[in-house]
């Protein structure tokens, strides 16, 4: 699993409420990225980070925002849940052997449920 | 919007015969990778392949890559029912900062 976790992996909450998931992983590793899983999209890119404090958007960032204050840490935040962001949240990270590589290696995953 | 379009959307075999799963893709890439996905579970890496390479193998699994047709192939040869799993092709532009595409996914059913 390549050190990866994610908290909470489970969440349920109301419209209108502000929820933060948090991706720890203990391997250093520069870049990390939060996707989301729903039926009949597979896993769309929210935001990744390259490192400390650097962070961009990713294919369906509205209504989400992160912060990445030191390596280990990557935290998505919904500042205002909506039911549309009822999903699976998965984080991953990017490993780099001997030559720069796309693999990418993900965490278990959080099931949110916004009502 | 997506990158990699699976097909077929699903595949149920029997154990021991070979699933092909195939991708398309629309723009230039660096590289394509399959993973896999368990239900309820993260997304393992199965197999990378880059734009200058045609066929790659790892165990069970060969991978192919036509750049001209951009598409690809997944055989996964003498199915188990433990290959039970959803199928992703992931493609990839390259570079420092690149970012990988998804596909909508394949999901596999291997009857015992």
């Known amino acids: 699993d390549a050190g990866i976790t994610q908290s909470p992996r489970h969440k349920v909450t109301e419209t209108g409420t502000p929820v933060t998931l948090r991706c720890h992983q203990t391997e250093n590793h520069r870049y990390m990225y939060w996707y989301r899983q729903d039926p009949g999209h597979g896993l769309r890119l929210i935001h990744y980070s390259y490192g400390v404090k650097d962070t961009d958007k990713g294919e369906v960032s509205d209504g989400y925002s992160v912060s990445r204050s030191k390596t280990e840490d990557f935290l998505l935040t919904l500042e205002s849940a909506t039911s549309s962001q009822t999903s699976v949240y998965f984080c991953?990270?990017?490993?780099?052997?001997?030559?720069?590589?796309?693999?990418?290696?993900f965490g278990p995953g959080t099931r949110l449920t916004v009502l | 919007s997506q990158q990699g379009e699976e097909d077929p959307q699903a595949l149920s075999i029997q154990e021991g015969e070979n699933a092909t799963m195939n991708c398309s893709y629309k723009?230039?890439?660096?590289?394509l990778q399959w993973y896999r996905q368990n239900s309820g579970r993260g997304l393992v890496h199965l197999i990378l392949?880059?734009?200058?390479?045609r066929e790659k193998h790892s165990g069970r699994l060969r991978v192919t890559l036509d750049t001209s047709k951009k598409s690809s192939s997944l055989l996964i040869t003498a199915s188990r029912a433990a290959d039970t799993a959803s199928y992703f092709c992931?493609?990839?532009?390259?570079?420092?900062?690149?970012?990988?595409?998804f596909g909508k996914g394949i999901t596999l059913s291997v009857r015992p």
């Open positions: 723009t230039s890439i660096n590289n």
């Open positions: 991953a990270i990017r490993v780099f052997g001997r030559e720069i590589t796309d693999t990418q290696y």
């Open positions: 392949i880059r734009s200058n390479e």
């Open positions: 992931a493609t990839a532009e390259g570079g420092a900062n690149s970012k990988l595409t």
